[in-house]
C-alpha cells in the first residue's frame, strides 16, 4: 500500500483536536460535510508537517494519538460491513467489531509512519458535493493539491450518523471499500470472521498492497 493511499485513508478521517459538544454541533450547523472534511484534512495536513521530528522520535505516540481519534469521524463499523459484504450477512455487532478493529490495528502498525511522509505543503481543495443514492449518504469530491504533481482526486463518501461519518475513501477512483472487500473474500469463505480478525491482529494474515495512486506521495 502506497503512502498516499494509507495517509489520505488514516489521517485525513482523523479530527486534530476533538471540540466540546457545543463548538462542534456549531461547527456541524455552520458547515457542509465537505467544507468540514476539507478543514479538517488541512489542519490535520498542516499539524502533521509541524509535528514529523516529533512523532518521527516516538512511533507510538503517532500510533496512539491516530488511534484514539480515528473513531471520531470514520464509521469504521459500516465500514467494516461493506468490506465483508455477503460474509458479513447475519454476523454480530461483536464480530464486526474484532474485524474493524484489526484491520485498523494491523493497517497502523504496518504504515503508520506513512502518515509522516508527505512533501512540502499538501492541501485538499473541494471540488462537489453531490446525494448518493437512496439517501445513503453524500459523495465529497476533493483534490489534494501538491507543490510537486499533478493534482489527485481523492472522493470521500460519508454518512449522517450522529454526525457526518466517513465510511469509504476513493483515491484516484480506487476504493478502500471495494479493495478490501476483493481481497479479504478468499480468508473469509475458508475461516470465521472471528478468526480472520486474529489473524490480522497476530500478523498471520496481510492484506496485498492495493493499487493506489500513481507515485505513492
Known amino acids: ?7 489520505l485513508c488514516l489521517a485525513l478521517t482523523t479530527p486534530l483536536l476533538p471540540l466540546p459538544a ?4 456549531a461547527a456541524t450547523q455552520a458547515a457542509t ?5 476539507v478543514a479538517t484534512g488541512n489542519q490535520i495536513l498542516a499539524t502533521l508537517q509541524q509535528r514529523r521530528a516529533e512523532f518521527r522520535k ?3 505516540a503517532l500510533r496512539s494519538y491516530v488511534d ?3 473513531r471520531n469521524t470514520f464509521d469504521s463499523l459500516y465500514a467494516a460491513r461493506l468490506v465483508l459484504g455477503v460474509h458479513g450477512r447475519g454476523a454480530s455487532d461483536a464480530d464486526v467489531k474484532l474485524f474493524a478493529d484489526a484491520l485498523i490495528d494491523n493497517l497502523m502498525q504496518r504504515y503508520g509512519s506513512a502518515l509522516l511522509d508527505f512533501e512540502g505543503k499538501p492541501r485538499l481543495r473541494l471540488k462537489s458535493e453531490t446525494p448518493l443514492p437512496n439517501g ?27 454526525g457526518w461519518k466517513i465510511f469509504d475513501v476513493m483515491i484516484e477512483g480506487v476504493s478502500y471499500v471495494q ?3 476483493t481481497q479479504f473474500d478468499t480468508p473469509l469463505q475458508q475461516k470465521s470472521i472471528a478468526q480472520v480478525a486474529a489473524d490480522l491482529r497476530n500478523g498471520a494474515l496481510q492484506p496485498p498492497a492495493p493499487a493506489s495512486a500513481k507515485g505513492g506521495r
Do not use: C, H, W
Not at 500500500?1 to 495517509?7: A, C, D, G, I, Q
Not at 457545543?22 to 454541533?25: F, I, K, L, M, R
Not at 460535510?33 to 472534511?37: H, N, V, Y
Not at 493539491?145 to 463518501?157: H, I, K, M, Q, W
Open 136 to 162: 445513503r449518504g453524500m459523495k465529497i469530491s476533493t483534490e489534494l493539491l501538491r507543490e510537486n504533481g499533478a493534482p489527485v482526486p481523492v472522493d470521500y463518501l460519508v454518512r449522517n450518523n450522529g
Open 58 to 60: 516516538d512511533p507510538a
Open 33 to 37: 460535510p465537505g467544507a468540514q472534511i
Open 68 to 70: 484514539s481519534q480515528i
Open 22 to 25: 457545543s463548538a462542534q454541533a
Open 179 to 181: 479493495t478490501f472487500r
Open 1 to 7: 500500500m502506497k503512502p498516499l493511499f494509507l495517509s
